[in-house]
């Protein structure tokens, strides 16, 4: 799962805007994190954000019509002063 906001990682060799790795198809259905996973923001200001979803070769994952809707829910806060 890539994202535009956040600020490129280490993945491999290379540094990308990876927010997760999602495993599918996944055995429940849903995939659920019991503890968010914060990465730092590129900017202060956000007017879009832009997700993506692609496979382990880098295409995009293709939904079908009667798929259930995929929700990405993000939470922000503020790094504290210490980090």
């Known amino acids: 799962m890539y994202t535009n906001i956040i600020k490129p990682n280490?993945?491999?060799d290379s540094y990308v805007k990876l927010l997760t790795t999602l495993h599918?198809?996944?055995s429940t259905g849903y995939h659920r994190f019991d503890?968010?996973?914060y990465r730092p923001?590129?900017?202060s200001f956000i007017e879009s954000i832009t997700i993506r979803l692609v496979t382990k070769?880098?295409?995009d994952m293709l939904f079908e019509?009667?798929?259930i809707?995929?929700?990405v829910t993000l939470h922000f806060k503020n790094k504290s002063p210490a980090q």
Do not use: I, R
């Open 10 to 12: 280490l993945v491999g």
């Open 35 to 37: 503890f968010p996973l």
């Open 57 to 59: 070769n880098a295409e």
């Open 24 to 26: 599918f198809p996944s």
């Open 69 to 71: 809707p995929c929700v």
């Open 65 to 67: 019509d009667n798929d």
């Open 41 to 43: 923001v590129e900017q």
